[in-house]
């Protein structure tokens, strides 16, 4: 088991910043890809960026947040981070981090253990 929560969500104007945290429980994170996800009202839930557990050298972004964001992670801490800048209104959705015992995947269906979200919203 490796038990996930969020944290850092919460309300922002259209060009801010919000920094996610995901600190994991439990478990041996650092054998796990790491990934974040989002779903806004009404739709599925999408990828956003995903780090291999390796650290740094495998990353991958959705194509509407690169540039923007920035995923990373500290396996001593066993946190993973997201640090959203430029935000926009259509950012706005519950993020939510999740594990994977693959090496690396952009696949929702992939991964093992999932937090409870945490919301994100962009509005003036």
């Known amino acids: 088991q490796l038990p996930l929560v969020e944290s850092g969500g919460g309300l922002v104007q259209p060009g801010g910043s919000l920094r996610l945290s995901c600190a994991a429980s439990?478990?041996?994170?650092?054998?796990?890809?790491m990934g974040w996800f989002r779903q806004a009202p009404g739709k599925e839930r999408e990828f956003v960026a995903v780090i291999a557990w390796s650290g740094n050298v495998n990353i991958a972004y959705t194509t509407s947040v690169k540039g923007r964001f920035t995923i990373s992670r500290d396996n001593a801490k066993k946190t993973v981070y997201l640090q959203m800048n430029s935000l926009k209104s259509e950012d706005t959705a519950v993020y939510y981090c999740?594990?994977?015992?693959?090496?690396?995947?952009?696949?929702?269906?992939?991964?093992?253990?999932w937090g409870q979200g945490t919301q994100v919203t962009v509005s003036s």
């Open positions: 439990g478990g041996t994170f650092s054998r796990y890809a």
């Open positions: 999740a594990a994977a015992t693959a090496l690396f995947t952009l696949r929702a269906d992939e991964y093992d253990y």
